[in-house]
């Protein structure tokens, strides 16, 4: 009997390999790409993904059997699969890696795809009689039914009632366990039905601007001002154009996904929004997951990472503050959240809506081209009138924990008005550059056109684009004041200075550090949204997404870090982070100001910022990024490398350099970092600058390839970046 050629299938691991392995198909399986299977892997059993059948064996190699398959149907279904093999090859991450990420912990290491079954409990119409005193037990029955269908065992209990009580009832037989009802219709809370504002004229008009499911693809960028009611018109929007069984996506960026806004689509669409956050536990991202696996019709109100669910029926995509540089995951697989929903849209011929009222650069550079639709909205909705903005100079003025006199005033001011200030303390893009703060001087570089960095270690002056440094002076080297400071300041000391400044006010610091605790974030907004007279001092944490009414002053400490950073991302940073928190001032029926500080009152930046229009700002900005031939204009990568010394770094990237020489690419570097060592260690980079991304692609992947052929050096760590945010 002639023997038959094995089928081979082509299998990936979560490993970072940049490889798969094959193995051999048992005849009694058949498999699909984005299947589970349990294959022998070393000594143990490994969870793996089909990503290929019918592959060639390959020569002279023995290859073992998959042990079993994990569940019949693909864990990742085609278009899911799809989405993340064309991300592992732009982003050039490993494959399996890269599938993994869409798994749920849980299944990553080969559990079964079951979720936990919810406990759902109803009476029985049975009058067994019970005890005069068992007053709760009365209660429980009584409440029970109300709910006609039953209800879930965690409602029960959030109604006060406890475990004990049940299973007394059960052994009485005056309840019972039932199985989940199946389509909980009748839980689709009656807030449903409440009203809903009518979309203002303005807003009507930019929502008709958007593409509709019925036209397939279409990406669509909103700029709405903010509080120009975004969210307002994504709701209409779902309402209007979202099928009954339809899937829609939206993403939010991590700090935005409060209850505030949960509540408010809760109130459009009751039971059918989910959440994916990572402040899930395992069980419930696997209720979600299998959820939105099994085409139920979600709509899913997700972070960065909700992106990547194996949604079925994936009708819309709408991805709000689409700026907001969180959505670029910053280490491993280095995706960005809204550049593979605009990917997704494609490959689901659906339409995507991009928000915001700072919109991306990117995004303004392609509804510039046409590849977007632009719809604008800018004016506030309700009452509420834009904030005023005004910059105030501080050169010569003493300060006293980073504020001025005239900031201390306005905010107590509006103190006695009744009403809210909140400090905003800029640290992000914080180049840490040395200042006199008499005649706003910062050293340059004779060399190159940047400023030197301060490092505080050996107090030496660096320029980050040659080898030059000189030691950091006392004085200013040009009117020799003694106020030659570092720029930038912490929220601690500005928060100290309040609280002496004000003892019968709250002053509530909002930072990463003042937030650790889960929950906390949520108790100092609500804090705040019960609107009594209080002073916010905070980060970028403060800057997003929320809405408080009776905060009508905003205080920018220092605006000037992001002006000078080596950074190419940093001015167009600053000027949405100044939009941003701007925008929390004035939003109820009182007028809002903003007081920003800063020893360049005169920088065009600035002034056109006052005048609050960011398309012109944008504009102005694209122009210098043509000019520096900088991204949108230009495809970016960076290599990466991490060692324990900086020689080794560098090193890599030397050996990286020659791989990079080709037509149309630029290369800069190696040089150190900016934060050159980091958790002790050093951290350098080259930066790959290209006319053409299908170019850089390409070159990108033929790198990897000749990379992992050759060894490691020891105690070296590289990575590749596409699309960097930050390139300090
Ligand atoms: P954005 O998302 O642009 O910041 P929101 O949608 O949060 O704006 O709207 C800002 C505020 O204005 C919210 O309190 C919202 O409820 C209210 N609002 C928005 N549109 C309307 C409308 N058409 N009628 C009444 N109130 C509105
Ligand atoms: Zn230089
Ligand atoms: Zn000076």
């Not at 980060?539 to 009508?552: C, E, I, R, S, Y």
Request: net charge positive; aromatic share 6%.
């Amino acid at each position: 009997m002639e023997h038959s050629v094995p089928l081979i299938a082509r299998i990936a691991l979560n490993r970072p390999l940049r490889r798969l392995f094959d193995y051999i198909v048992p005849e009694h399986l058949e498999l699909i790409p984005g299947q589970r299977v349990q294959v022998p892997f070393g000594r143990q059993q490994a969870t793996g993904l089909v990503v290929q059948t019918g592959v060639e064996p390959p020569p002279g190699i023995t290859l073992k059997p998959v042990t079993a398959v994990t569940e019949e149907w693909p864990a990742l279904p085609e278009e899911t699969f799809r989405l993340l093999s064309w991300a592992s090859d732009y982003y050039q991450h490993p494959l399996g890696e890269c599938l993994f990420t869409a798994l749920p912990p849980g299944l990553r290491r080969g559990n079964k795809a079951e979720a936990k079954k919810a406990e759902w409990w109803r009476t029985l119409d049975n009058d067994a009689s019970l005890p005069a005193n068992a007053h709760k037990q009365k209660a429980l029955i009584d409440w029970l039914r109300h709910h006609t269908n039953g209800a879930p065992a965690t409602d029960i209990i959030k109604a006060g009632f406890s475990r004990t009580q049940l299973n007394a009832l059960r052994e009485k037989g005056l309840i019972e366990t039932i199985s989940t009802p199946g389509a909980e219709t009748d839980h689709e809370a009656p807030e449903i039905l409440a009203r809903h504002p009518v979309l203002s004229s303005a807003q009507a008009l930019a929502a008709d601007e958007l593409t509709t499911p019925g036209e397939g693809f279409g990406a669509s960028l909103l700029y709405g001002i903010t509080g120009s009611g975004k969210t307002e018109i994504y709701l209409h929007y779902l309402k209007q154009h979202l099928g009954a069984r339809d899937q829609a996506l939206i993403l939010v960026p991590e700090i935005n996904l409060t209850p505030q806004t949960v509540a408010r689509f809760e109130h459009y669409f009751g039971r059918r929004i989910v959440v994916w956050h990572s402040a899930l536990n395992d069980g419930e991202r696997l209720t979600t997951w299998l959820k939105v696996r099994n085409g139920e019709p979600v709509i899913l109100v997700g972070t960065r990472s909700a992106v990547l669910l194996p949604f079925t029926n994936l009708r819309t995509i709408i991805v709000d503050e689409e700026h907001d540089s969180s959505y670029k995951q910053g280490d491993g697989f280095r995706y960005s959240g809204r550049d593979l929903a605009v990917y997704r849209a494609h490959l689901n011929n659906c339409p995507v809506i991009l928000g915001s009222a700072t919109p991306s650069l990117e995004s303004i550079h392609n509804a510039k081209q046409d590849k977007y639709r632009l719809a604008k909205l800018e004016e506030r909705a309700g009452a509420a009138a834009p904030p005023m903005v005004s910059l105030l100079d501080i050169r010569s003025r003493p300060l006293e924990g980073g504020l001025s006199r005239p900031a201390m005033n306005a905010i107590q001011q509006t103190l006695a008005r009744g009403e809210q200030a909140l400090v905003f303390v800029n640290r992000r893009g914080f180049a840490p550059v040395m200042m006199c703060f008499d005649c706003g001087h910062m050293v340059e570089c004779p060399r190159c056109d940047t400023r030197l960095t301060y490092h505080r270690r050996d107090r030496a002056m660096r320029c980050h684009h040659c080898d030059y440094q000189t030691a950091a002076t006392e004085h200013c080297p040009k009117c020799h004041s003694a106020a030659f400071k570092p720029l930038g300041q912490g929220t601690e000391r500005t928060e100290e200075i309040l609280t002496t400044a004000f003892p019968d006010t709250p002053v509530v610091r909002v930072d990463r550090d003042s937030t650790q605790r889960k929950g906390s974030i949520q108790s100092i907004l609500s804090r705040v949204n019960s609107g009594k007279p209080c002073v916010l001092v905070g980060t970028q944490m403060l800057a997003k997404g929320h809405d408080f009414p009776n905060v009508t002053l905003v205080v920018v400490v220092n605006a000037d870090g992001g002006l000078f950073s080596v950074d190419f991302r940093a001015p167009e940073q600053l000027i949405q982070t100044l939009l941003q928190v701007s925008g929390r001032a004035g939003r109820g029926t009182k007028p809002g100001k903003v007081l920003i500080q800063t020893c360049h009152s005169d920088h065009p930046l600035l002034k056109t910022l006052c005048e609050g229009k960011y398309l012109d700002i944008a504009e102005q900005l694209l122009k210098e990024r043509e000019e520096g031939q900088f991204p949108p204009f230009r495809a970016m990568a960076i290599f990466r490398a991490e060692a324990d010394t900086m020689e080794k770094s560098l090193q890599v990237l030397d050996s990286i350099k020659p791989l990079t020489n080709s037509t149309g690419i630029e290369t800069w570097g190696p040089l150190p970092a900016m934060i050159a060592r980091r958790a002790d260690k050093y951290r350098a980079q080259l930066i790959l600058n290209a006319r053409n991304r299908k170019h850089l692609n390409n070159l990108l992947s033929g790198i990897c390839q000749e990379l992992d052929q050759r060894k490691r050096p020891p105690g070296v760590k590289w990575m590749i970046d596409v699309d960097p945010q930050e390139t300090g």
